[in-house]
């Protein structure tokens, strides 16, 4: 029988032992847990959920809900074992979490298929190889990947802004504008929210004060040193409630300097700016630039909803500030997800660069039907771009290693239409109505 070694039982390694089971392959999965615990999880049952209990909103014309469309078209376990498990919460996807952790962990004891190896890998087996020990992979084992990889760049610290949707921003109070006319688009290539003296002050006072996400281990070390200088290791990317807290100015001269800027609703000088950078091809969503930031979410949408034209901001990722542990894939994977220097090796989940619980069930369940098909010597599996799973896949390997950070499903991935739809509702339709089209039309011509 046909064999797949799965390192890790969260979403990602359950789905993809799940989805190989359904094609008549061996599964050998390895957890560390409970042996080995991690900071976050608290049980050894799989697909522990460490964060929210939301996948999300269930509306097809809605990021989440489009993905989780697709997964259930494609026969997801995971969101199967979701649906069977939910709890009030409107239009999302909410679960009781210890009860959905419990029956993926009791679907797969009971798979004859699968075979449970409760320790800690620290080596990479021989054979096909799935790697799905997600953004919490342990020491030993990061150390194996860093020297099968050849990559350095394993580990990574760091601060991330938050990314906001462009429907949501008041343009009648933010301006595009670049500094001294440099740029081209509509004005300029950015977007600017004007201070006056009175409003940073305000923001400034309640940015310092605001709660932040407890850091643990390592984190809390580089945190101290941030906050005591006696590290530069986050110099290039310092949290910006901690560059807040060295004055009240640190801002207004630096990432929210006003200089060569002219705001076409006031003719009075801005105190201060802050600027959003377009992130995604179609313009839908911009991040909010130098606002790295280790605040709770809550916090995020509370104070940042205090920068002029952003009142109403809707948040399509918050920032944060954690260690992570995801490899460079757009230089190491190839389109199946599999190392390119030895195909026997796949990696899904949170470690590949996606985000999000959804995320995660989509690359198992992709790399378990791909990894199937690899010992069936047949070829990879590869969605169309324009399918939220596409997407997904084609920016982990696609994107500019430069760029590249961990992403959660949205629009801004897709190809931008062929012409501009406002408002934001009618535009996210046409958006899901290609993406089911291609889906099917996909689904007619490929057996998966």
Not at 236 to 261: D, K, N, S, Y
Not at 356 to 369: E, F, R
Request: proline share 5%; charged share 20%; hydrophobic share 40%.
């Amino acid at each position: 029988m046909k064999e797949i070694t799965i390192i890790g039982a969260g979403l990602s390694g359950c789905e993809a032992a799940l989805q190989a089971s359904d094609r008549g392959i061996k599964v050998k999965l390895f957890e560390m847990r409970p042996t080995c615990m991690t900071g976050a999880h608290q049980t050894g049952d799989f697909a522990e959920l460490v964060c929210s209990n939301s996948l999300g909103s269930e509306i097809a014309t809605r990021p989440s809900g489009l993905l989780m469309s697709e997964l259930e078209k494609l026969g997801s376990h995971l969101i199967q074992i979701a649906k069977s498990c939910r709890v009030p919460a409107g239009h999302a996807l909410a679960i009781d979490r210890k009860s959905f952790s419990q029956k993926v962990t009791k679907k797969i004891l009971n798979n004859p298929n699968i075979e449970i190896i409760r320790e800690e890998i620290t080596s990479i087996p021989t054979g096909v190889v799935i790697i799905a020990s997600g953004p919490l992979t342990s020491e030993r084992l990061s150390a194996s990947l860093v020297s099968l990889t050849g990559k350095e760049n394993l580990f990574f610290y760091d601060a991330v802004a938050p990314i906001i949707e462009f429907d949501s921003i008041n343009m009648d109070i933010a301006f595009w504008g670049s500094r001294y006319g440099r740029g081209k688009q509509d004005g300029g290539d950015y977007i600017n929210c004007p201070f006056d003296k009175e409003s940073y002050s305000a923001f400034i006072d309640q940015l310092v004060h605001a709660k932040r996400i407890e850091l643990k281990g390592f984190e809390k070390d580089i945190d101290q040193g941030v906050r005591t200088g006696k590290s530069s290791f986050f110099e290039g990317c310092l949290p910006i409630e901690i560059m807040a807290q060295r004055g009240e100015h640190t801002l207004a001269f630096g990432p929210l300097r006003p200089v060569g800027l002219t705001n076409p609703h006031n003719t009075d000088k801005p105190y201060a700016v802050a600027q959003l950078r377009q992130d995604d091809l179609g313009g839908d969503i911009f991040n909010l630039v130098g606002f790295q930031t280790n605040l709770k979410y809550s916090e995020q949408q509370r104070v940042f909803r205090m920068i002029p034209g952003l009142e109403n901001a809707e948040f399509v990722r918050y920032g944060q500030m954690h260690r992570n542990t995801f490899i460079a894939a757009p230089e190491i994977l190839n389109p199946g997800f599999q190392l390119v220097t030895n195909p026997d090796i796949f990696f899904c989940g949170q470690i590949t660069g996606v985000e999000g619980y959804l995320s995660n069930i989509a690359s198992g369940m992709i790399v378990g039907i791909n990894s199937s098909r690899y010992l069936d010597n047949l070829e990879s599996v590869i969605f169309p771009k324009n399918t939220m799973i596409g997407a997904l896949f084609d920016y982990v390997i696609n994107t500019s290693i430069e760029k590249f950070h961990p992403m959660k499903p949205n629009f801004g991935l897709f190809t931008p239409l062929s012409e501009t739809i406002r408002p934001k509702k009618s535009r996210f339709e046409m958006y899901a109505n290609r993406a089911q089209q291609d889906l099917n039309e996909f689904l007619q011509t490929h057996e998966i």
